[in-house]
């Protein structure tokens, strides 16, 4: 169980390929996620368009974005 004030992890709503995909690339948080750019992620099989959405609520809740964009 994530401690209060911290983004969940994997995030709801996020498919089950989407979290093996993440899990295979050795993504197991918010914060590496944020070290990977939006294409690296997208290239992951598994992984698509819709997914994006709960990964760019779970950057934007824990005040993070993805690799490389400007705020």
């Not at 994997?10 to 750019?37: D, F, M, N, Y």
């Amino acid at each position: 169980m994530n401690p209060p004030n911290v983004t969940p992890w994997p995030p709801p709503g996020l498919s089950a390929p989407a979290r093996r995909a993440l899990a295979g690339a050795g993504i197991e948080s918010v914060r590496q996620l944020a070290a990977h750019t939006e294409q690296e992620v997208l290239a992951l099989h598994g992984l698509g368009p819709k997914a994006m959405g709960p990964l760019r609520a779970a950057l934007t809740e824990a005040g993070l974005i993805f690799a490389g964009e400007t705020p």
